[in-house]
């Protein structure tokens, strides 16, 4: 029974001393031991084993035993102290409770001292400082006073002095004064409603209204609005009558300059009535003189009458040309049907230099219309006329390498311009017919010069070049459409585009497709004894060397006249208003353009296939079965590399600044031969096995040929394009698959059947999984 009530002593007491990890951890840090007995995970039998690892060392069991009775002793004595000394700790905490109550109501009577003590200080603060913040108060309500008292001497004295000096029109010191009595008043604003205050600001309003009034009676007096200028210029009370009206109100000043203006121009609309000879177009000229001796007398005498943010001399340029836009209309309207293009086009001219010579002498800070930015011009091809400036700057089209170097800015825009020159835009559409008459004539004279001068020969530096008319046509259209834009960027400039697209689609077809030779539709066949004694020189080519070079020489200007009428209407899109540019559209012509350029190479293209048309015919009639052995290539490759050194290097030098289009043609005629070598080749029967290898060996000449074709006959080498070869060797290896089925059947089985499967169409070697099932 005691055995078992210690061992649940053990158990219970295990249970007890059980501590957490976290408070094991930390009284390992507070009471570090090495000691096994201190550790969390100690065991008995591991630590019994230790201490006797052999039966040997059971012999020291009592040392041990006595060591572990003074080791619990020692503990037992540690644990007693600890308790007695913990037996007087409470009354200890009470006491040191009642004592920090104590010292914190001592504090807290010391801190309402403290706080009752600033009070009192705070209180006597204030009274201390009352009277200083009276003082205070009354030295601003001083300074106010005394502030308000001298603006009230000052505008009580000025008032009076500016009713004194209105009466004795002394303007130049009312100009100074009236600012500063106007400055002051603004101070008085807030004490309208005292009387006396506001008894002086209805005197101030009074005074400026009689100033008003009194000026615009001594303008009246000194440039009556009958009868002429009052003689000995203006006077320097007039000079400072404009300087006090820069005070006053605006409409007082806008008054004295429309009646300054109006009395000013009153004798040019006497001059220039409309029922007067000098009214008329032709003599316009007069109008402009006029206006520039008035401004010459004008800067004479009234110079320096008004002030010079006035800007009199360009309010009354500016007037002078709305009065003059109107009057050019008036006339105009009434005399429309004797307006002839030259008439029409002088006046435009003379105003236009007018509007520049204004926009030299004035900044048109007068108008209500700031002039828009236009848009910064791109670089065109040099040997576009479009190039060009439009300022008319002489010279020619730009070299090559002034491109790359930085224009010269452009001239700021004429604020003045249209002012006059509006009023002849309704009357355009006699230039615009004019144009078109023009051009008319224009291209009856490039089509009776082409004939007259014949097609351009080859051997000479017109062989294949563009034609003349072309530059010249563009040339002229650049100056319709720089002349138009200068008197409208509207609806004329719609009119001017319709005219330019027919008369692109005229020179199209009466000049460039109208001049094409035409391709004859007879063949003739050749025998092999004719092949065999042919020459070079034959007959076989359908067009002369002078009528390749006029095809070349056709399908140059077209690719000139494309690139040209698309910078034409770049350039047409930026003179014309932003809302009309939807409207310019030559996509048409630039395909009618297209047209001819493919039309020429085709030309091309069917010349040289005809060429060679009858040695293919002679090809297919000939008798392959009865060749006995393989030798040179045959007559009829010889004759068609013959036709092809004869006609590609001419039309390679004449379109040599078109490489692309020869290109084209190359991949055309090749595109063209190929098929329709290959039919002739299944007409080539029976064939022996020797003829098949005959073919096989000219099939390969022609193939070499063709690749050579781009470079053929020139001393400079190039690579044909990747396209163009592989074009070629596609087609031709075709050509070389037939001639080995065809010799197939003299060798292996398999070797057939493996050449006429590579001839198979991909869709019939690789049929689909449906196909089968």
């Not at 020291?60 to 619990?72: E, G, P, Q, S, T």
């Not at 008032?159 to 100009?175: F, H, I, N, W």
Request: proline letters at 5%; glycine letters at 4%; one cysteine or more.
């Amino acid at each position: 029974m005691m055995e078992e009530e210690e061992f649940e002593f053990a158990e219970d007491l295990e249970a007890i001393l059980h501590l957490t990890p976290e408070v094991q951890l930390a009284i390992e840090q507070v009471f570090p031991s090495q000691d096994p007995l201190d550790r969390a995970d100690f065991n008995a039998v591991e630590y019994i084993n230790t201490l006797f690892p052999t039966e040997q060392s059971l012999a020291n069991i009592d040392d041990v035993v006595n060591k572990f009775r003074l080791k619990i002793r020692r503990l037992d004595d540690n644990i007693r102290t600890v308790v007695r000394g913990q037996t007087n700790v409470g009354q200890d905490g009470r006491q040191a409770l009642e004592e920090a109550q104590i010292a914190i109501q001592q504090l807290f009577g010391k801190i309402k001292d403290i706080k009752d003590k600033a009070e009192k200080s705070e209180q006597m603060v204030k009274e201390i400082t009352r009277d200083i913040k009276q003082l205070d108060h009354a030295k601003r309500h001083l300074t106010t006073s005394i502030t308000t008292l001298n603006h009230l001497h000052m505008l009580a004295g000025g008032v009076d002095s500016l009713e004194a000096m209105t009466r004795k029109r002394q303007y130049g010191e009312v100009a100074n004064l009236l600012q500063g009595v106007v400055n002051v008043l603004e101070h008085f604003h807030k004490y309208m409603g005292i009387p006396q205050i506001r008894q002086l600001s209805e005197r101030v309003k009074a005074a400026q209204s009689e100033l008003g009034t009194q000026i615009l009676a001594d303008f009246e007096e000194a440039f009556p609005s009958q009868g002429s200028k009052r003689p000995g210029g203006p006077s320097n009370v007039l000079r400072d009558a404009c300087l006090v009206a820069n005070v006053l109100d605006p409409r007082i000043k806008q008054e004295i300059i429309k009646k300054f203006i109006r009395q000013h121009l009153s004798e040019y609309l006497v001059l220039f009535q409309e029922n007067q000879d000098v009214a008329w177009l032709d003599k316009i000229d007069r109008r402009y003189a006029w206006i520039k001796r008035q401004l010459v007398d004008y800067e004479e005498k009234y110079g320096r009458m008004f002030p010079e943010e006035w800007c009199m001399t360009e309010r009354i340029a500016v007037e002078f040309c709305h009065i003059t836009r109107v009057e050019l209309a008036k006339v105009m309207r009434t005399r429309a049907k004797e307006i002839e293009v030259k008439l029409l086009l002088f006046a435009i001219q003379r105003t236009t230099n007018f509007e520049g010579l204004m926009a030299k002498r004035f900044t048109g800070c007068t108008l209500t219309d700031t002039p828009g930015q236009k848009r910064p011009e791109s670089p065109l091809d040099p040997t576009n006329p479009f190039l060009e400036d439009e300022a008319g700057e002489d010279g020619g089209p730009e070299k090559e390498e002034d491109l790359t170097k930085p224009r010269k800015p452009k001239a700021p825009d004429n604020p003045f311009h249209g002012i006059v020159s509006k009023c002849f835009e309704p009357h355009l559409y006699v230039y615009i017919e004019s144009q078109d008459k023009n051009l008319g004539e224009l291209i009856d004279r490039f089509v009776a010069d082409f004939r007259a001068q014949g097609p351009p020969k080859a051997g000479t530096e017109e062989g294949g070049a563009v034609l003349p008319s072309c530059a010249d046509l563009f040339v002229y259209y650049k100056k319709c459409m720089v002349q138009c834009s200068q008197l409208s960027t509207g609806e004329p400039m719609i009119a001017l585009t319709t005219v330019f697209q027919k008369f692109l689609r005229e020179y199209a077809w009466k000049i460039l497709s109208g001049n094409l030779p035409k391709s004859s539709s007879s063949t003739g066949g050749l025998t092999i004894s004719s092949l065999l004694k042919e020459k070079e020189g034959s007959e076989a080519a359908k067009f002369t060397v002078d009528e390749l070079c006029l095809i070349c020489s056709i399908l140059s200007t077209a690719e000139y006249c494309l690139a040209t009428t698309q910078q034409l209407e770049e350039k047409l899109k930026e003179k014309v208003d932003k809302v009309l540019v939807e409207r310019i559209n030559l996509t048409g012509e630039m395909d009618t353009f297209s047209t001819v350029i493919s039309n020429s190479i085709q030309l091309l293209v069917q010349d040289l296939d005809a060429a060679c048309d009858p040695a293919l015919t002679a090809m297919s009639k000939m008798p392959w079965q009865s060749v006995e052995h393989v030798g040179d290539q045959s007559p009829y490759v010889t004759s068609i590399i013959m036709h092809i050194k004869q006609n590609v290097p001419i039309i390679r030098d004449n379109l040599a600044s078109t490489r692309k289009y020869f290109t084209q043609f190359c991949i055309k005629f090749t595109n063209s031969f190929i098929p329709k070598f290959i039919n002739h080749l299944f007409r080539c029967k029976p064939i022996s096995m020797v003829g098949a290898e005959q073919l096989l060996l000219d099939t390969h000449s022609l193939k070499t040929v063709l690749l050579d074709l781009p470079s053929i006959g020139s001393q400079v080498l190039r690579k044909a394009p990747a396209s163009y070869t592989k074009i070629v060797v596609k087609g031709m290896t075709r050509a070389e698959m037939i001639l080995k089925v065809v010799m197939a059947p003299h060798e292996l089985p398999v070797v057939f059947v493996d050449n006429y499967i590579k001839l198979l169409p991909t869709a019939i070697r690789r049929p689909s999984r449906r196909s089968w099932t």
